[in-house]
């Protein structure tokens, strides 16, 4: 434990506050909720000490003792969302207003037969079977301190269900919103993504803050992928300037199931991203996309993990970065290949944009390979716009920080470019757009 | 149009121009032809404003204004245009969008109206025929994956849509078999006009073939060492340039 004061005992406390309700509920998921918090007790936070968390001090998290929001006070309108990325996107949508479902906004219609799409909190009080045998299953509480808390103090979030072979157009949108308000407050968004075989969906699960309020937002989220299901899912950071997020993905994958997921961070003070992928069938495919925009004093750090469990399995992962400022990174990818993981094919890059003199990455990727028949890559760059690029746009009349913005908004827009479902691209575009113009300066003589 | 007198240039601090004077008059082609080495290129970069050379002394007025001074992006502005010897590769960034962009800076930068996406299409498509370039080429990223002849007649069609006043190619008939040199000459020369001036960089004087130039001169070791007219091309080519070594050490310079 540090020497420092933290917070892990209000947790405790608020797990116990709840005890009462979750004794109301199933007796599997009361289980699974008291292992987690002594988990949490005997983890405690992490500090840089830790392996895991080396370049990542979780201080600003746990020396703020942040507190659950009651449901009656949260609340937000469609009009203060609508800034959000993907808000005006015409798609059945889940919105959770800190923590707590906001059916106001949420919006149902245009779902398949068959499909699920409906708050956890209500799916466990129907004692929807599939949960018992999923829920809290994959990701893993024992060496993660954060999701051990947040398997304890869940209340509520996104679940979809998509049973075998329906094939569903519009994307599935999960939207975690936090206000700030009566700040600091704590949320634990959990989402449970159940892929059914041969089935085919988007789901984009994104996290949007506004105010000034400090909110630490500890989310977690399963994919279960059955064989053949093929998902695309996108992570969309829009949190506030003040915000801490703490996410963990776990995806899970059958053979020849088909998973692609993207990652876009464009805002948040404190970001941490797990992100694990176990190919756990013959010929299963994960493709990991992730870009983040970082600026002024943020801090992110992605972890990823790809395990290839089974033969014949391939991984794509490109992780790309344009820090500004004084922003600091953290990429981490591991690649794990099982003994038995013969004819592996599994290709890994992180690359990064650093604009500013003081802007800072950490890139480290881990190769972990113990089967003898396998074709794995990996590499990472760091670098600056490119200066012939820039004088070459220059030649042509156009401004030097037009030029710059060009530059970064194409090596960005590589990321974009990846997601299937073309009413995404064009919203994260202009969210990229923006985002590159607010942060357009002068350039240094 | 374009003075220039006495201008050194340094990289690194090693001296690459050492003394050069030219004037090149409205509507005039000049070509400078040039062992490899000898500072073409680098003379050609520092006129379109690269910052890696240092001017170390003299001037260049351009309509009479201290070209020097001025940005990249503003001398572009002003009309000069550099076709790159090896043009640089920008990936992500469509030829469309980048050529519009650029041509609508330009034009605003003289108060004229932008050109919409519509307009320039129709634009691109007239000048593409000029060059036979295939129009697939606007859809990809800025000379991407291009072979060397894609990227020289890209250059020329920037060229051609942004209409320079001062049109400066280095060494656009590189690499070039003769189709295709006679294609790009062809676009150079549809180009050429009473308000238009080119300085034309070879190492080659078989392009003079086809752009010929009202005047000729020889850049040897950062200087220009002879001035002529086109003859003085030709005169190169059947003796090479190893007999200007034995004169600039007799001092024999023109
Ligand atoms: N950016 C640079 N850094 C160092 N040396 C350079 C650079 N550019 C040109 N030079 C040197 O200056 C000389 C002239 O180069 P260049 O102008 O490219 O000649 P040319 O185009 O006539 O072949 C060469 O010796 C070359 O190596
Ligand atoms: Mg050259």
């Given at each position: 434990?540090?020497?420092?004061?933290?917070?892990?005992?209000?947790?405790?406390?608020?797990?116990?506050?709840?005890?009462?309700?979750?004794?109301?509920?199933?007796?599997?998921?009361?289980?699974?909720?008291?292992a987690?918090?002594?988990?949490?007790?005997?983890?405690?936070?992490?500090?840089?000490?830790?392996?895991?968390?080396?370049?990542?001090?979780?201080?600003?998290?746990?020396?703020?003792?942040?507190?659950?929001?009651?449901?009656?006070?949260?609340?937000?309108?469609?009009?203060?969302?609508?800034?959000?990325?993907?808000?005006?996107?015409?798609?059945?949508?889940?919105?959770?207003?800190?923590?707590?479902?906001?059916?106001?906004?949420?919006?149902?219609?245009?779902?398949?037969?068959?499909?699920?799409?409906?708050?956890?909190?209500?799916?466990?009080?129907?004692?929807?079977?599939?949960?018992?045998?999923?829920?809290?299953?994959?990701?893993?509480?024992?060496?993660?301190?954060f999701?051990?808390?947040?398997?304890?103090?869940?209340?509520?979030?996104?679940?979809?269900?998509?049973?075998?072979?329906?094939?569903?157009?519009?994307?599935?949108?999960?939207?975690?919103?936090?206000?700030g308000?009566?700040?600091?407050?704590?949320?634990?968004?959990?989402?449970?993504?159940?892929?059914?075989?041969?089935?085919?969906?988007?789901?984009?699960?994104?996290?949007?803050?506004?105010?000034?309020?400090?909110?630490?937002?500890?989310?977690?989220?399963?994919?279960?992928?059955?064989?053949?299901?093929?998902?695309?899912?996108?992570?969309?950071?829009?949190?506030?300037?003040?915000?801490?997020h703490?996410?963990?993905?776990?995806?899970?994958?059958?053979?020849?199931?088909?998973?692609?997921?993207h990652?876009?961070?464009?805002?948040?003070?404190?970001?941490?991203?797990?992100?694990?992928?176990?190919?756990?069938?013959?010929?299963?495919?994960?493709?990991?996309?992730?870009?983040?925009l970082?600026?002024?004093?943020?801090?992110?750090?992605?972890?990823?993990?790809?395990d290839?469990?089974?033969?014949?399995?391939?991984?794509?992962e490109?992780?790309?970065?344009?820090?500004?400022?004084?922003?600091?990174?953290?990429?981490?990818?591991?690649?794990?290949?099982?003994?038995d993981?013969?004819?592996t094919?599994?290709?890994?890059?992180?690359?990064?944009?650093?604009?500013?003199?003081?802007?800072?990455?950490?890139?480290?990727?881990?190769?972990?390979?113990?089967?003898?028949?396998?074709?794995?890559?990996?590499?990472a760059?760091?670098?600056?716009?490119?200066?012939?690029?820039?004088?070459?746009?220059?030649?042509?009349?156009?401004?030097?920080?037009?030029?710059?913005?060009?530059?970064?908004?194409?090596?960005?827009?590589?990321?974009?470019?990846?997601?299937?479902?073309?009413?995404?691209r064009?919203?994260?575009?202009?969210?990229?757009?923006?985002?590159?113009?607010?942060?357009s300066?002068?350039?240094?003589? | 149009?374009?003075?220039?007198?006495?201008?050194?240039?340094?990289?690194?601090?090693?001296?690459?121009?050492r003394?050069?004077?030219?004037?090149?008059?409205?509507?005039?082609?000049?070509?400078?032809?040039?062992?490899?080495?000898?500072?073409?290129?680098?003379?050609?970069?520092?006129?379109?404003?690269?910052?890696?050379?240092e001017?170390?002394?003299?001037?260049?007025?351009?309509?009479?204004?201290?070209?020097?001074?001025?940005s990249?992006?503003?001398r572009?502005?002003?009309?000069?245009?550099?076709?790159?010897?090896?043009?640089?590769?920008?990936?992500?960034?469509?030829?469309?969008?980048?050529?519009?962009?650029?041509?609508n800076?330009?034009?605003?930068?003289?108060?004229?109206?932008?050109?919409?996406?519509?307009?320039?299409?129709?634009?691109?498509?007239?000048?593409?025929?000029?060059?036979?370039?295939?129009?697939?080429?606007?859809?990809?990223?800025?000379?991407?994956?291009?072979?060397?002849?894609?990227?020289?007649?890209?250059?020329?069609?920037?060229?051609?849509?942004?209409?320079?006043?001062?049109?400066?190619?280095?060494?656009?008939?590189?690499?070039?078999?003769?189709?295709?040199?006679?294609?790009?000459?062809?676009?150079?020369?549809?180009?050429?006009?009473?308000?238009?001036?080119?300085?034309?960089?070879?190492?080659?004087?078989?392009?003079?073939?086809?752009?010929?130039?009202?005047?000729?001169?020889?850049?040897?070791?950062?200087?220009?060492?002879?001035?002529?007219?086109?003859?003085?091309?030709?005169?190169?080519?059947?003796?090479?340039?190893?007999?200007?070594?034995?004169?600039?050490?007799?001092?024999?310079?023109?």
């Open positions: 434990m540090t020497a420092v004061k933290d917070y892990q005992g209000t947790y405790l406390a608020q797990f116990q506050a709840h005890e009462k309700d979750h004794a109301a509920g199933p007796g599997w998921l009361a289980e699974v909720r008291r987690a918090i002594h988990r949490f007790a005997e983890l405690g936070f992490p500090t840089t000490k830790d392996e895991e968390w080396k370049y990542t001090n979780v201080a600003p998290i746990a020396q703020v003792p942040f507190q659950p929001v009651a449901a009656a006070s949260a609340t937000a309108t469609a009009e203060s969302l609508a800034w959000s990325c993907f808000f005006e996107l015409d798609c059945p949508r889940l919105v959770f207003v800190n923590g707590h479902y906001s059916p106001g906004i949420s919006f149902l219609a245009g779902l398949p037969k068959g499909v699920t799409a409906t708050r956890l909190a209500k799916a466990v009080s129907a004692g929807t079977p599939a949960l018992e045998q999923h829920l809290a299953r994959y990701a893993d509480l024992q060496n993660s301190a999701t051990a808390l947040n398997t304890a103090l869940m209340q509520d979030g996104g679940f979809i269900e998509i049973p075998r072979g329906a094939v569903v157009e519009k994307p599935i949108y999960l939207l975690y919103v936090s206000t308000d009566g700040g600091p407050t704590i949320s634990s968004p959990r989402t449970l993504i159940l892929a059914g075989r041969e089935c085919q969906a988007t789901v984009i699960e994104g996290h949007i803050g506004f105010g000034e309020g400090t909110y630490f937002s500890n989310a977690v989220t399963e994919i279960v992928a059955d064989e053949n299901a093929v998902i695309e899912y996108s992570k969309l950071h829009q949190e506030s300037r003040t915000a801490s703490v996410g963990t993905v776990r995806v899970e994958q059958a053979r020849s199931s088909n998973v692609t997921t990652s876009f961070s464009f805002g948040g003070a404190l970001i941490r991203e797990d992100l694990n992928a176990v190919l756990n069938g013959e010929g299963a495919e994960a493709q990991l996309n992730g870009l983040y970082m600026t002024a004093r943020q801090h992110i750090d992605h972890h990823t993990t790809l290839h469990a089974q033969p014949h399995c391939a991984s794509r490109l992780y790309k970065g344009v820090l500004d400022g004084q922003a600091a990174g953290v990429f981490n990818g591991r690649v794990i290949v099982r003994k993981a013969q004819k094919d599994s290709k890994q890059s992180n690359k990064n944009l650093l604009l500013s003199e003081e802007a800072v990455i950490n890139t480290k990727p881990q190769l972990e390979i113990f089967a003898d028949d396998v074709k794995c890559t990996h590499g760059t760091i670098g600056q716009v490119d200066q012939e690029a820039i004088f070459y746009l220059r030649s042509r009349g156009i401004g030097i920080s037009e030029a710059r913005k060009i530059l970064t908004f194409a090596f960005a827009n590589d990321i974009i470019d990846r997601v299937k479902f073309a009413p995404l064009d919203r994260l575009r202009d969210a990229l757009f923006q985002s590159l113009a607010k942060r300066r002068k350039e240094p003589a | 149009m374009l003075t220039i007198k006495n201008l050194h240039a340094s990289t690194n601090s090693k001296e690459i121009l003394g050069i004077d030219l004037e090149v008059g409205l509507g005039e082609v000049h070509a400078i032809m040039g062992p490899n080495g000898s500072g073409k290129s680098t003379l050609a970069q520092v006129l379109a404003g690269r910052e890696v050379y001017v170390t002394d003299g001037e260049v007025l351009y309509d009479g204004q201290n070209l020097l001074d001025l990249p992006e503003d572009a502005r002003a009309g000069i245009f550099l076709a790159f010897q090896y043009p640089v590769e920008i990936p992500g960034v469509s030829n469309t969008y980048f050529l519009r962009s650029a041509l800076t330009i034009r605003k930068s003289q108060g004229l109206t932008e050109i919409d996406a519509m307009d320039f299409l129709a634009l691109a498509r007239k000048k593409l025929k000029v060059l036979d370039m295939d129009e697939a080429l606007m859809n990809r990223s800025v000379n991407e994956g291009f072979s060397g002849g894609e990227k020289k007649r890209n250059e020329i069609f920037q060229m051609a849509i942004l209409e320079p006043r001062l049109a400066i190619q280095d060494e656009t008939d590189s690499g070039l078999d003769i189709d295709a040199l006679k294609e790009v000459a062809h676009g150079v020369n549809s180009l050429r006009g009473p308000e238009r001036s080119m300085i034309v960089v070879t190492h080659y004087q078989r392009l003079l073939n086809y752009i010929v130039p009202d005047f000729v001169h020889v850049l040897y070791n950062g200087r220009i060492v002879k001035s002529g007219k086109k003859e003085l091309a030709l005169e190169l080519e059947s003796k090479g340039y190893g007999w200007l070594e034995e004169e600039v050490a007799a001092g024999h310079t023109a």
